[in-house]
């Protein structure tokens, strides 16, 4: 009678008042209407915030296309790139498209070299200050930029780096380290050491076990950071406005107050457009890196026994 009783409960025909059953690929999943209340409402949430985001950007399209945009306008009636035709000369967008593609990448790949290095001993080595040294990276992390950019200011001045752009991409490598020891050591955490030790059995050296085992198992995380480091300093505004004074050497963050006049009047239709023109690179670098992590960390198998 038990059996008997414990296949009646199992079978997807017999229904409880309060949940059903449903068989999905030869699995019962039991669903409950509290359960799925709550998922509508999940979905609603991420609808709405979705809305909240979906909307202004929305506005930047179809104000890039209007040739007289205003704050308060709608769809265009007739669809017309004469803002783009505008704006796409060498010393509105190209020139500051590329000085923050220069800036920003020389940015990324200086902070994840540094972070590789700085992050292996504290992921591999018991030291005595390594948890101390953790809490002043993670402090770091949350200080706000502002509040060092006036000695910053004053050390650029006394030592002449005003309008230096090597300096200036140091400052915001110093900037972007904290975060990128801090996301680096947790991706290479997840490294087994077994291969490192193995390795270290064949004669190789602590450089080589990072160069070609740790770094190679870690690259969708380096790649996340490289991008992650590259978009915060695409946006970056404040470093490059104040350090750098020569139009030429401005970034496309600092350059778009090129449509504000000094009268207050607003060129929406060419400011809609250079933004549009702007937020394209790093739209298309996180949908590659969402399709390069699809395959995300996969350690199985690499270490046996």
Request: proline share 6%; no cysteine.
């Amino acid at each position: 009678m038990s059996a008997l009783s414990a296949t009646n409960t199992l079978r997807p025909d017999a229904q409880a008042p309060a949940e059903s059953a449903a068989v999905t690929g030869g699995r019962f999943h039991i669903t409950s209407p509290r359960a799925t209340m709550a998922k509508v409402s999940a979905y609603g949430v991420l609808a709405l915030v979705a809305v909240f985001f979906i909307t202004p950007l929305l506005w930047l399209v179809l104000a890039s296309l209007e040739p007289r945009a205003e704050v308060g306008s709608g769809a265009p009636l007739v669809l017309s790139f004469s803002n783009f035709a505008k704006i796409l000369n060498w010393s509105e967008t190209f020139l500051p498209l590329i000085n923050s593609a220069i800036q920003s990448g020389a940015t990324a790949a200086i902070t994840v070299v540094v972070s590789l290095f700085a992050a292996y001993p504290l992921s591999r080595y018991q030291m005595r200050f390594r948890r101390p040294f953790l809490y002043v990276v993670l402090f770091t992390t949350g200080l706000p930029l502002t509040a060092v950019l006036v000695p910053v200011y004053g050390a650029f001045a006394r030592f002449d780096l005003i309008d230096n752009v090597p300096a200036v991409i140091v400052f915001m490598t110093a900037t972007s380290l904290p975060f990128g020891i801090w996301l680096m050591k947790g991706f290479m955490d997840g490294v087994p050491l077994d291969l490192e030790q193995a390795a270290w059995v064949d004669g190789a050296s602590w450089v080589d076990s990072l160069r070609r085992i740790v770094a190679p198992l870690m690259m969708p995380g380096i790649a996340f950071i490289a991008i992650f480091t590259f978009a915060v300093q695409w946006g970056n505004f404040y470093v490059p406005f104040i350090l750098l004074s020569s139009n030429n050497k401005l970034p496309a963050s600092v350059a778009v107050y090129q449509f504000f006049s000094e009268e207050g009047g607003i060129e929406f239709g060419q400011l809609a457009a250079f933004s549009v023109i702007y937020t394209l690179p790093i739209v298309g670098l996180w949908l590659v890196l969402s399709r390069f992590l699809r395959g995300q960390f996969s350690f199985s198998g690499a270490v046996k026994g």
